[in-house]
C-alpha cells in the first residue's frame, strides 16, 4: 500500500477512528482492571473473614480459662512455614491463658496495630495491614470473642498475603494488556482496511479523470457507487460543456480571421499600386496587423484550450525538427541539438505553441549568431522542463534585455523583422504558467531560456 499524505481523506479517517479505538480499548480496559481488582481484593477479604468465623468456631477454653482447640482452615498454606498466611489466638482477658497459632507462624510474632490506630468496630471486628515474617505486605481479619460464661475472652487473627494477591492483580493486568493490544492492533488493521476499501471507488474516479486529462478518454466511464454516481454524472457533463465552448471558440476564431484576411490583403495589394516610399509604409504597416491580429487569434485559441483541455506533445522529435530547419536555413552556423533529461519528455501542451516557442528563440539567435547556435533540453523537478536557445553572437545588456521581450521592438533595425517574435514567446509562455528569461550565454551572446509544464512517466501510454 503506497504511504497516505497526511492531508488525505483515508489519512484523517483512519487516524481519528484508530485513536477512537485505542481510547475506547484504553477505558475499557481501566475498568476491567479497576473492576477485577475489587473483587479479587473483596474476595481476599471474604475469604479472611471466613477463616476467621471458622477460626472463632474451633477454639473454646477450658475451666482454667486455657485457650484450646484444634483448627483447620481448609488451606494448606497454613501448615508451611513462613508461607504469607497465618492464625493465631491469643488471651484478651486476664482470667484467660495459653495462646495457639499456626505452624506457619512458628514462633513468629506480626505486631498487631493498636487499638487507637484501628479501632474495632461495633462488632468487635477490624482489620488492618501488617508486614510479615519475610517482609511481605499482611491483611489481618481480627476480631474478640467471650468464649462462656465465664468471660474467657480471646482476641483471633486471620492473617492473609496481600502481596500475592497484588501479584495476582498485576498479571491478570498484563495479560489483559497484551490481549487487548491484540484487539486494538486487528480493530486498527481492519478499520483501516475496511477505508481504503471504502474509498477505492473515489481513486477509480481520480485514474478517470487523470485519463481524460491525459487525452485517452473522453468521459468518467466505469460503475461507480450511488454515493459517486452523481458526481461522475456531473463531471462528465462538465467536460461536455468545456468541449462546446472549444468548438465555438474555434468557430468564432475562425470567422474572425477569415473576415480580416481579405481587408488586409486589399491593403497590400493598394501598398504595391501605391509604390515609393508610402506604400513601403502602407505594405509594412500592414504586415505587421496581418501578423499581430494572427497572434492574438492564436492567443485566445490556446486560452482557451489551456483553460479546458490538456494536450501531449512529445518534445524531442519536435526540438530536433526545429534543429534540423534552423540549420538547413543557415548553413553557415553550427546548430546543435542537446538532450540532458534521461527519459522521454512530454510537454503539457499543443506541438503548434511548443514549436512556436522555440522556433521563434532559433530564428533570433540565427539571425545574430557568428558560428554556433545550441539547442538544450534538461529537467527541472517533476513537473517542469527547461528549453534554453544560445548563441555566440554579441549578445544583449540588461536595459536591452527588458526591451526585447516588449512587442513591436527591434533592437537592431539592419536585421529583417517584425519585432515581435520574443514577444510572442513570452506570452505563449505565459498562458502556459511557465516562465521565460534572458541571460548571457556561455558561448558569448544571448541565452533565452523557457520553464514549461511537463507530464510525468506514462502520459502518453
Known amino acids: 500500500m503506497n504511504r497516505l499524505p497526511a492531508d488525505s481523506l483515508a489519512f484523517r479517517v483512519i487516524v481519528l477512528s484508530s485513536l477512537w479505538a485505542v481510547a475506547a480499548l484504553f477505558v475499557v480496559g481501566g475498568l476491567i482492571s479497576t473492576l477485577y481488582g475489587r473483587t479479587a481484593t473483596k474476595g ?35 501448615s508451611r512455614p513462613q508461607s504469607g498466611w497465618y492464625w493465631e489466638a491469643v488471651p484478651a482477658s486476664d482470667n484467660t491463658t495459653g495462646r495457639l497459632r499456626s505452624i506457619s507462624l512458628g514462633n513468629g510474632v506480626i505486631e498487631p496495630a493498636s487499638t487507637a490506630e484501628v479501632p474495632f468496630s461495633l462488632q468487635y471486628r477490624r482489620s488492618y495491614d501488617a508486614e510479615g515474617l519475610k517482609g511481605e505486605e499482611l491483611r489481618v481479619a481480627e476480631t474478640e470473642v467471650v468464649l462462656d460464661s465465664q468471660n ?17 492483580i498485576d498479571a491478570f493486568n498484563r495479560q489483559l494488556a497484551f490481549y487487548l493490544g491484540l484487539v486494538g492492533l486487528g480493530s486498527v488493521l481492519i478499520n483501516a482496511g475496511a477505508i481504503l476499501v ?17 487525452g485517452r478518454a473522453q468521459r468518467l466511464t466505469g460503475r461507480f457507487p450511488a454515493e459517486i454516481e452523481p458526481l461522475a454524472r456531473e463531471v462528465n457533463l462538465l467536460i ?61 485559441r490556446l486560452a482557451a484550450q489551456i483553460e479546458t483541455s490538456v494536450f501531449r506533445t512529445p518534445m524531442e522529435p519536435t526540438l530536433e525538427r526545429v534543429a ?3 540549420a538547413k536555413l543557415n548553413p553557415q552556423l553550427d546548430v546543435r541539438f542537446r538532450r540532458e533529461a534521461k527519459d522521454p519528455t512530454v510537454f ?13 528563440l532559433m530564428e533570433n539567435a540565427a539571425k545574430f549568431a557568428r558560428k554556433e547556435i545550441r539547442l538544450t533540453l534538461a529537467p527541472d523537478g517533476p513537473d517542469r522542463v527547461i528549453v534554453s536557445v544560445e548563441d555566440d553572437g554579441p549578445g544583449l545588456t540588461a536595459e536591452e534585455m527588458v526591451r526585447a521581450v516588449k512587442r513591436g521592438q ?25 516562465t521565460f528569461e534572458l541571460a548571457r550565454s556561455d558561448l558569448g551572446g544571448l541565452k533565452a531560456e523557457v520553464r514549461l509544464p511537463r507530464a510525468g512517466q506514462g502520459a502518453l501510454s
Open 324 to 326: 534540423r530547419v534552423i
Open 198 to 214: 471504502g474509498l477505492r471507488p473515489l481513486r477509480r474516479v481520480r485514474q478517470a479523470l487523470g485519463d481524460v486529462r491525459a
Open 152 to 168: 474467657h475472652t480471646a482476641r483471633f487473627r486471620v492473617m492473609g498475603n496481600e502481596s500475592a494477591i497484588q501479584a495476582d
Open 240 to 300: 461536455d460543456s468545456n468541449r462546446r465552448i472549444v468548438e465555438r471558440s474555434r468557430k468564432e476564431v475562425g470567422n474572425l480571421a477569415h473576415s480580416l484576411k481579405t481587408p488586409i490583403a486589399v491593403l497590400m495589394n493598394e501598398a504595391t499600386t501605391i509604390g515609393g516610399a508610402e506604400g513601403r509604409l502602407v505594405a509594412d504597416q500592414s504586415e505587421r496587423m496581418r501578423m499581430q491580429v494572427q497572434h492574438y487569434l492564436d492567443r485566445a
Open 348 to 360: 503539457l501542451g499543443e506541438a503548434q505553441d511548443l514549436e512556436e516557442v522555440v522556433g521563434n
Open 44 to 78: 481476599f477479604q471474604d475469604l479472611l473473614d471466613a477463616q476467621l468465623f471458622n477460626l472463632v468456631a474451633s477454639v473454646t477454653a477450658d475451666e482454667d480459662g486455657s485457650l484450646k482447640g484444634s483448627p483447620n482452615l481448609g488451606d494448606l498454606r497454613y
Open 410 to 434: 527591434r533592437l537592431d533595425e539592419r536585421v529583417p523583422g517584425s519585432g515581435l517574435g520574443l514577444s510572442i514567446v513570452a506570452d505563449t509562455v505565459e498562458e502556459y504558467r511557465g
